[in-house]
């Protein structure tokens, strides 16, 4: 029995699965351009990333709010089980802050980007944002990737916050890769003209908030959108334009989509389009 043939058929069967990790298969090729070799790379790295969004910052808590998770009782709110970025993660007792995942402030998602070419896009998966910055999976657990032989980065998005990019990371093939963009503005990679791809409150540094539209900037089609919610008075959703991420859209969403409008916010991720 060749297990070779199996232990690639499982794997290959595996990466279709919803939440699971996709296997990144390598090719080896020759001068002649013929495929010699084909290695899995299947070794799982754990990422201890830490993250922090402006909208759900409130003053005078060391944490971010979660309002959203128990907006109408204590197990009961406004986020969805299954995550808005289309990874078709599901988190059935994501209103209960006693479920497995604790306390969430809301859907993330995490790409692995290649470090060198920051526009090729490795894996991805959806993921729970805790209130202390924390990512983890729905079982409450640190998130596992596949191991890569060269640097990475991490892109983080949010639905309605300003995407970053972190700076390489050189090993990113087993264990734990530990990334906290909250610690420096430096942690979030940014070119030479690029406005800065974080804001500082309390000594932290947060991502900005306005993207409602996740086209990697805060624009006019931003602010034309959450006007119009505003205008609306929504309240009691789940909305993209509910920056401050308490279940309604009001004058609070409103004065943190206006200053990032006017600063001219915009995501490093622009310049690595694919």
Do not use: C
Not at 48 to 57: M, N, P, T
Not at 107 to 117: H, L, N, Q, T, V
Request: negative net charge; glycine residues 8%; aromatic residues 8%.
């Amino acid at each position: 029995m060749n297990t070779h043939l199996i232990k690639t058929a499982l794997l290959a069967i595996l990466a279709t699965l919803p939440g699971m990790i996709n296997a990144q298969i390598k090719f080896t090729y020759d001068n002649a351009g013929n495929r010699i070799k084909r290695e899995l790379n299947n070794s799982l790295v754990q990422l201890d990333a830490k993250v922090l969004l402006r909208g759900a910052y409130r003053p005078g808590q060391a944490n971010m709010a979660s309002d959203l998770q128990t907006y109408f009782s204590a197990n009961s709110g406004l986020l969805p089980a299954t995550d808005p970025y289309g990874g078709n993660a599901v988190y059935n007792n994501i209103g209960n802050p006693a479920g497995v995942a604790g306390s969430v402030v809301d859907w993330i998602k995490i790409e692995i980007r290649d470090a060198a070419s920051p526009a090729v896009k490795l894996q991805s998966k959806s993921l729970l944002l805790k209130p202390n910055g924390s990512i983890v999976d729905i079982d409450g657990m640190l998130p596992k990737f596949v191991g890569q032989s060269s640097p990475v980065r991490v892109a983080v998005f949010h639905r309605n916050h300003v995407a970053i990019l972190s700076t390489p990371i050189a090993s990113f093939s087993a264990g734990t890769a530990v990334y906290d963009f909250t610690t420096a503005l430096n942690k979030a990679s940014q070119l030479p003209g690029d406005a800065a791809q974080m804001g500082l409150i309390n000594g932290k540094w947060y991502m900005w908030a306005g993207d409602v539209n996740n086209d990697l900037a805060v624009d006019s089609s931003d602010m034309s959108i959450a006007n119009n919610d505003f205008l609306k008075g929504t309240y009691d959703q789940y909305l993209f334009t509910d920056v401050s991420l308490d279940g309604g859209v009001d004058a609070t969403d409103g004065s943190i989509m206006n200053n990032a409008f006017i600063n001219g916010y915009f995501s490093t991720l622009v310049n690595y389009l694919p």
